[in-house]
C-alpha cells in the first residue's frame, strides 16, 4: 500500500512558538491531503483540505491564521501552527488522496505538546 | 459540514461474540461508507467500506450492511478476538465534496 510519513512524531515547544509539521506521500503523488485533529479519546476533527498548488479550505472554526497550510509539491504538505497555545496540545494527523477518490492514506500523526 | 453518529460509544463484549456498530449519518449525498479501526497512538486504518450501489460487504469476520433510505450503516464483527480491541470509527463521504467526516468512535473492548 502507499506509504506517508509525517514528521516530526512527537514535538514539546513554549507557549508562543510555532511549530512546522510536515507530511509526505513517498511513494505516490497526493494531489489532496487531509489535515487532521484528535484530543484524547475524541474522534478526528477534519481542520482542512489541501490541494496542491492553491490555497487551503478551512473548515469552520478553523483560524485559518492560527493554523497555515501549504500544499507546495504533490509529496508534501505541512501544517504550521503559529503562536501556539497549551489548548493546541493534540494529535495531529494527515492524510492523502490517491488516484481512487475515496482512498486515503494517513500518515502515522504527530504529538504536539505546548507548555 | 455532515452531521455523523455512532452508537454505541462503547462496547464491552466476550471473545467469541459478535459486536454491532452502528453510524447514522445527514447528508443523503454521501455514497462512499468506511470503517477505521484505531488503537491507541496509531493512525486509523481502514477494515472494510462499501459504496452506495451495494446493501452489505463482507471480509471474512468483518461485514457492513447499509441502509441508505435510513441513512445508516453498521458493522458487525462475529467471533470477535482480543485483537479486535480499538476504537472504531465511520466516516461517510459524499464524492463531490471529497470530505470525511468521522463519527465519534465506539471503543470495542473483547475480553478474553
Known sequence: GAVVSQHPSRVICKSGTSV????RSLDFQATT???YRQFPKQSLMLMATSNEGSK???????EKDKF???HASLTLSTLTVTSAHPEDSSFYICSAGGLVIETQYFGPGTRLLVL | GENVEQHPSTLSVQEGDSAVIKCTYSDSASNYFPWYKQELGKRPQLIIDIRSNVGEKKDQRIAVTLNKTAKHFSLHITETQPE??????CAPMAYNFNKFYFGSGTKLNVKP
Do not use: H, P, R
Not at chain 1, 56 to 62: D, I, L, M, R, S
Not at chain 2, 84 to 89: G, I, N, R
Open chain 1, 56 to 62: 487551503a479550505t478551512y473548515e469552520q472554526g478553523v
Open chain 1, 68 to 70: 497555515l497550510i501549504n
Open chain 1, 20 to 23: 512546522k509539521i510536515e507530511c
Open chain 2, 84 to 89: 479486535d480491541s480499538a476504537v472504531y470509527f
Open chain 1, 33 to 35: 491531503m487531509f489535515w
